[in-house]
């Protein structure tokens, strides 16, 4: 099955630097790869996503990168503001239009932003 | 407001006790998930269900059941047989392949 190893587990950064969390994954089967969001005491939210056929996607502060050769994958912060602080989770699976069942989650990078 | 709603908030177990805990959507879902939660140990799949009344075992099922006699709801019972059961629980529905999560249930042992 998929094994997703995730780091750094804690990451602090000064407010308004970039911060940066890798992931790679084993199954070169896997063409979706999903990044969560969990604030303290809530459950994860779905930030971005990025789909094999794809090396790179943005959403304003936030971006996505792929290497299907190297398997990896990294979420790319940047301009961090206090409300980034949260634990991120990355996510694989080989996604064929049936459930959410197969995603293999990572073990969770906390952001710490220092003010 | 559509969205999970996963009750209580903490629940407390004896030991020897079997417990509860309440999953309902009202996002008209057909799956549903329930995940355990670690310190440092990610997201665990526990079961999962794609349709009334038809649930599947995920990856750390012993211990646990479920029952999906209707669409908008999927609880989860924390048996006596699961010997550590005290864990953050998060129930989830999907638009394939997108999670939307509840805010979890924390549970502990008295």
């Known amino acids: 099955g998929e094994n997703v190893e995730q780091h750094p587990s804690t990451l602090s950064v000064q407010e308004g630097d970039s911060a940066v969390i890798k992931c790679t994954y084993s199954?070169?089967?896997?063409?979706?790869f999903p990044w969560y969001k969990q604030e303290l005491g809530k459950g994860p939210q779905l930030i971005i996503d990025?789909?094999?056929?794809?090396g790179e996607k943005k959403d304003q502060r936030i971006a996505v990168t792929l290497n299907k050769t190297a398997k990896h994958f990294s979420l790319h912060i940047t301009e961090t503001q206090p409300e980034d602080s949260a634990v991120y989770f990355c996510a694989a699976t080989e996604y064929s239009g049936g459930g959410a069942d197969g995603l293999t989650f990572g073990k969770g990078t906390h952001l710490i932003i220092q003010p | 407001d559509g969205g999970i709603t996963q009750s209580p908030k903490y629940l407390f177990r004896k030991e020897g006790q079997n417990v509860t805990l309440s999953c309902e959507q009202n996002?008209?879902?057909?799956?549903m998930y329930w995940y355990r939660q670690d310190p440092g140990q990610g997201l665990r799949l526990i079961y999962y269900s794609q349709i009334v009344n038809d649930f599947q075992k995920g990856d750390i099922a012993e211990g646990y059941s479920v029952s999906r006699e209707k669409k908008e709801s999927f609880p989860l019972t924390v048996t006596s047989a699961q010997k550590n059961p005290t864990a953050f629980y998060l129930c989830?529905?999907?638009?394939?392949?997108?999670?939307?999560f509840g805010d979890g249930t924390r549970l502990s042992i008295l």
């Open positions: 989830a529905s999907s638009t394939v392949p997108v999670l939307h």
């Open positions: 996002l008209n879902h057909d799956a």
């Open positions: 990025i789909r094999s056929n794809v």
């Open positions: 199954d070169s089967a896997s063409n979706y």
